[in-house]
C-alpha cells in the first residue's frame, strides 16, 4: 500500500489548490477515500471522504462550501479541490483509504503535502 500526495505550496489568502493523491498497492475502487489535515502542533483530523460511487462528505465544518473531493477511479487517484483558502487551511495534507478497523493497511501513510496559506 502507497499513497503519493502533491499539490501543496504557499499560497496567498484566497487562493486556490488541487491537491492529487495517487494510491497504489490496493484495489482503490474496493474503499472510500479519505482526506486529512495536520496543522502544526495538532493532530490529524479528517477532511472529507469521498464513497466508492463518488459521493462526498464533508467532516471539518470550517470548509463546507470550500473544499471538493473526487476521483478518478481509473488512475486510482483522488483529488482535493481547495478553494478560498484561508491561513488556518494551512497543514500536512494526507489521502488514505478508509480501511476496516482491524485492518493494519489502516496504519500507513503517505509523506503528505504542505499547504501554507499565508500572505
Known amino acids: 500500500v502507497q499513497y503519493v500526495e502533491s499539490g501543496g505550496r504557499l499560497v496567498q489568502p484566497g487562493g486556490s489548490l488541487r491537491l492529487s493523491c495517487a494510491a497504489s498497492g490496493f484495489t482503490t475502487t474496493n474503499f472510500a477515500m479519505t482526506w486529512y489535515s495536520q496543522a502544526p502542533g495538532k493532530e490529524r483530523e479528517i477532511v472529507e471522504v469521498?464513497?466508492?460511487?463518488?459521493?462526498?462528505?464533508v467532516y471539518r465544518d470550517t470548509v463546507k462550501g470550500r473544499f471538493i473531493m473526487s476521483r478518478d477511479s481509473a488512475n486510482a487517484t483522488v483529488y482535493l479541490q481547495m478553494n478560498s483558502l484561508k491561513p488556518e487551511d494551512t497543514g500536512v495534507y494526507y489521502c488514505?483509504?478508509?480501511?476496516?478497523?482491524?485492518?493494519?493497511?489502516?496504519?500507513?501513510w503517505g509523506q503528505g503535502t504542505q499547504v501554507t496559506v499565508s500572505s
Open positions: 488514505k483509504a478508509a480501511w476496516p478497523k482491524t485492518d493494519e493497511r489502516g496504519n500507513i
Open positions: 469521498i464513497s466508492r460511487a463518488g459521493d462526498n462528505v
